[in-house]
């Protein structure tokens, strides 16, 4: 009889808001699994991507793989900084997870139709996730009175955000941009009029090592998907000096984009300025990071075809692919993490000017090398500027 009550509360504990200042604040086991399943979709995005890419439909794969990317970073960034606040980790939080899952895994399966102009399964998964994420909210409206009307208002924003891209399916396909950025502002609209009311508890720890996380993997799979490319690539004789030359600069370019991103604390700025701005320019603004990031692995790809000569394509239009999204990668870490007016001024200037330098090299005769070779400059301008003038914490 005496341990009834606990085999009852661990089946189902209150939702309960977190504290934000708790020690020893990680990652859990399922949190994992959900960025490993949602990677998934990422892949499946920079092969679309890639695809179009190579027969020579980049505005149109561009745009489409902006406008999937966003169904997959929105999903994941609602999930984790919910979990950051109300993580319960009982059966039925463990249960809505799963379900948010496998909408995140529809997601994915829907990814080729998506690129073709046909939305319906990516919007039936993004639904599920979103929908599952509802009951999340009203569940911790109940158990959490201090967050109730934030948690109402994010239940009734999101539902009402599902409504509209259903009803997006059936509008005459001339009007599928418009919609979709017009829905797309009412979804980032929601956190902001639903945290006016009431702050959620989310750690500043915590959701910086999600963030890195989830940057983690994209940058895994940007080199999966450039390796995969060149061991293809391997096949056709007379290209492996070629091909070993460019494995090596793609992943002198991955690593360096891994250090520059790791360099800086990711909470330094969440926790120096803890205001609702910070958070939200932070955690939306790593849309460019994560989508760029994904790219990369498809410009990769991209420039293993041209080198092997399977892509008809000339150098620059096979170098930007690449060097277009390693710009938007280091300004986007530059204005999340290092600041246009930080201290350091060596560092806080030599972001952007890489970022233009990459692009100029997408004319130079051997731009992924130029690249590399460029990031891994200002890696090292980082280290020495950093170990002359220490970043403040």
Not at 284 to 303: K, W
Not at 307 to 315: E, V
Not at 345 to 373: C, D, E, K, N, Y
Request: hydrophobic share 55%; net charge neutral.
């Amino acid at each position: 009889m005496t341990e009834q009550p606990s085999r009852i509360r661990v089946w189902h504990r209150p939702m309960r808001s977190r504290d934000r200042a708790e020690r020893h604040r990680v990652a859990t086991p399922l949190e994992l699994l959900f960025d490993l399943c949602f990677v998934v979709a990422v892949g499946q995005a920079a092969a679309a991507l890639h695809h179009e890419l190579a027969e020579g439909h980049a505005a149109h794969g561009v745009t489409s793989f902006a406008m999937v990317f966003f169904a997959i970073w929105w999903g994941w960034l609602n999930f984790s900084w919910f979990a950051s606040a109300f993580d319960t980790d009982d059966v039925p939080y463990r249960l809505a997870t799963l379900v948010q899952i496998a909408g995140g895994l529809t997601i994915a399966a829907g990814v080729s139709r998506a690129f073709d102009g046909d939305f319906r399964v990516i919007v039936a998964g993004y639904v599920l996730m979103r929908l599952s994420l509802v009951g999340q909210w009203l569940r911790a409206a109940r158990s959490a009175p201090e967050v109730r009307p934030a948690a109402l208002r994010f239940a009734a924003g999101i539902a009402c955000c599902q409504v509209l891209w259903i009803a997006r399916l059936f509008l005459p396909e001339s009007t599928a941009t418009v919609t979709f950025v017009a829905v797309v502002l009412c979804e980032l609209a929601v956190p902001v009029i639903a945290e006016r009311s009431a702050r959620t508890t989310w750690h500043p720890h915590h959701i910086a090592e999600r963030y890195g996380l989830f940057t983690l993997i994209v940058l895994g799979e940007t080199i999966l998907s450039a390796t995969n490319a060149i061991k293809e690539g391997t096949a056709e004789p007379g290209h492996l000096g070629a091909l070993i030359s460019l494995a090596a600069a793609a992943l002198v370019l991955v690593f360096s984009m891994w250090w520059l991103y790791f360099d800086r604390p990711g909470h330094a700025r969440l926790v120096r300025r803890p205001g609702m701005v910070t958070a939200m320019s932070w955690g939306y603004g790593h849309y460019l990071i994560f989508a760029s990031a994904a790219a990369v692995g498809a410009g990769l790809e991209v420039a293993v075809g041209y080198d092997t000569g399977t892509l008809d394509l000339g150098g620059v239009a096979a170098a930007l692919p690449t060097t277009i999204p390693v710009a938007v990668f280091l300004l986007s870490v530059w204005l999340l993490h290092i600041g246009p007016t930080n201290e350091c001024r060596p560092i806080a200037i030599g972001f952007p000017v890489t970022a233009v330098l990459v692009l100029a090299a997408s004319f130079t005769p051997a731009p992924i090398h130029v690249a590399a070779g460029l990031a891994a400059a200002l890696v090292v301008l980082t280290v020495v500027a950093t170990h002359e003038s220490p970043l403040p914490a």
